[in-house]
C-alpha cells in the first residue's frame, strides 16, 4: 500500500464510516508523523522492520498518505483511508503522514494509536523544502507553521514520541531504541543493531536517489558517489552548514523573517533564535 493516496483513489468523504463498525479487533496503530523533511520516512520504516519482528508481513499494512495540508472538508480524505483501513482488520497498521483529520487526532488524543512526531529546526526544514521542491519561502513557510501546530499539540498529549532529526541522523542506535521502547518491544542490543542496518541501508539508497534526480554541481555528484560513506552521517549530518545540500535556497532576509515569527518554537525546541544566519547566505 505504500504510495497509495486517498485523494487520488477518489475516495469520498462520505465513505468515513465509524471506526468501531465491523471491526472484529482494533488493530495495533502507529502514525509517523512530524516536519516535512525531518526524517518521518526514517521513522515508518524503523517502525515497519520492528514490527516484522514479531507480526507476520502480511497481517500489517503501510501507507503514505501525503504531504498536502489540507482542512475542512478536504481533512476527511485522511480520517477516510485511516477508517477503512481499520475495517480491513490487520493486525497492524503503520502510516506516514504530516497532515491530520479530526479523526485520526482523536484516535492519538485518545491513546488508542501511537504516533512518532520527527522535528527539525523549522528554517532548517524551510529551506530543504524550497530546495527540494524548487518552491518559493511563502508556501514552503506555511506548510512549516501548520505542522508547528501539530507539534504543539503532540508536545502536551502524553501519548506521542517527539524525536529531533538531529538524533535520527548523529545516534540511530538512540533513536531505533527510543522508537522499540515506546511501541513496547523488548528486544537485544543485537536486534537493535539489525534494525538499524536495515533502514540505514535504506535510507542511503533513498538520499542518493533523490540527489540523482537533481545534482546542481560537481559536489552534489561527489557526495552521490561516495556511496556507503554516507554510512557514517557526512554530509548529511543535520543542522550542519558544511552541508550543500540545504540551505542554497534560503536568504538571510528569509532566515531572519523566519527566526521572528517562529520564535517561540525554536526556544520550546532548544535552537538558535539569532536572526543572522549561520552560513554565508545572500
Not at 491513546?111 to 527539525?120: E, H, Q, V
Amino acid at each position: 500500500m505504500v504510495g497509495w493516496h486517498p485523494i487520488l483513489q477518489g475516495l469520498e468523504p462520505e465513505t468515513v464510516y465509524s471506526s468501531s463498525k465491523n471491526i472484529s479487533k482494533f488493530p495495533n496503530m502507529v502514525f509517523c508523523s512530524g516536519m516535512t523533511r525531518s526524517a518521518s520516512r526514517w521513522s515508518q520504516e524503523t517502525c515497519e522492520e520492528l514490527e516484522k519482528l514479531r507480526t507476520a508481513e502480511d497481517r500489517i499494512d503501510c501507507g503514505y498518505l501525503g504531504e498536502n495540508r489540507i482542512s475542512g472538508k478536504k481533512a476527511l480524505f485522511v480520517d477516510a483511508f485511516v477508517a477503512n483501513s481499520i475495517k480491513k482488520n490487520f493486525d497492524t497498521l503503520i502510516f506516514q503522514l504530516h497532515s491530520f483529520g479530526t479523526r485520526a487526532e482523536q484516535i492519538i488524543l485518545s491513546g488508542l494509536a501511537k504516533n512518532i512526531y520527527t522535528y527539525r529546526d523549522p528554517r532548517d526544514s524551510i529551506a530543504s523544502i524550497m530546495r527540494k521542491k524548487r518552491c518559493e519561502y511563502e508556501p514552503a513557510f506555511d506548510f512549516i507553521y501548520h505542522s508547528l501546530m501539530m507539534f504543539e499539540l503532540f508536545s502536551v498529549d502524553n501519548h506521542s514520541l517527539l524525536l529531533p532529526y538531529s538524533e535520527t541522523i548523529n545516534d540511530p542506535i538512540s533513536a531505533t531504541t527510543k522508537i522499540a521502547n515506546y511501541l513496547d518491544f523488548d528486544l537485544t542490543e543485537d536486534q537493535i543493531n539489525e534494525v538499524h542496518l536495515k533502514t540505514q541501508r535504506l535510507a542511503i539508497d533513498r538520499r542518493n536517489d533523490q540527489r540523482r534526480k537533481s545534482p546542481t554541481s560537481s559536489k552534489d555528484m561527489k557526495i552521490i558517489y561516495q556511496g556507503l560513506q554516507t554510512l557514517y552521517g557526512k554530509p548529511t549530518d543535520a543542522p550542519n552548514i558544511k552541508n550543500p545540500w540545504r540551505y542554497s535556497s534560503l536568504n538571510k532576509t528569509q532566515y531572519a523573517d523566519a527566526t521572528k515569527k517562529l520564535r517561540i518554537w525554536l526556544l520550546k525546541m532548544n535552537y538558535l533564535i539569532s536572526p543572522i544566519a549561520p552560513w554565508n547566505c545572500q
